[in-house]
């Protein structure tokens, strides 16, 4: 069973930092790419950041470029979101995703694989 699970999420004020971790087991994901999405209360789900594999290609959205920082360690089937200079509109549920496919994508349709969530409540 193809499991995802999100840790780090939690309460911090503005312009503080958090570190999100995904931890993926079940199956080997050897050449997939990751992604963030998030979800705001009342909003649909936005793409935050993807990398692929081997790291080669990382796109991030326009709202968290030069905060955030996506990374993997496959070694761990692991992958992290650095999150930096937090904002109070960054607050949301953040998704762990996983596609079977090289290159990440920005629409959510195109991931095969969700985590729960882990919320991140940023006060200012």
């Known amino acids: 069973q193809v499991q995802l699970v999100e840790s780090g999420g939690g309460l911090v004020q503005a312009g503080g930092s958090l570190r999100l971790s995904c931890a993926a087991s079940?199956?080997?994901?050897?050449?997939?790419?990751m992604g963030w999405f998030r979800q705001a209360p009342g909003k649909e789900r936005e793409f935050v950041a993807s990398i692929t594999w081997s790291g080669d290609a990382i796109v991030y959205a326009d709202s968290v470029k030069g905060r955030f920082t996506i990374s993997r360690d496959n070694a761990k089937s692991t992958v992290h979101l650095q999150m930096n200079s937090l904002k109070s509109e960054d607050t949301a549920v953040y998704y762990c995703?996983?596609?079977?496919?090289?290159?990440?994508?920005?629409?959510?349709?195109?991931?095969?694989?969700w985590g729960q969530g882990t919320q991140v409540t940023v006060s200012s």
């Open positions: 079940g199956r080997t994901f050897t050449g997939d790419a």
């Open positions: 995703a996983a596609r079977s496919g090289y290159y990440g994508y920005t629409s959510s349709k195109y991931y095969d694989y």
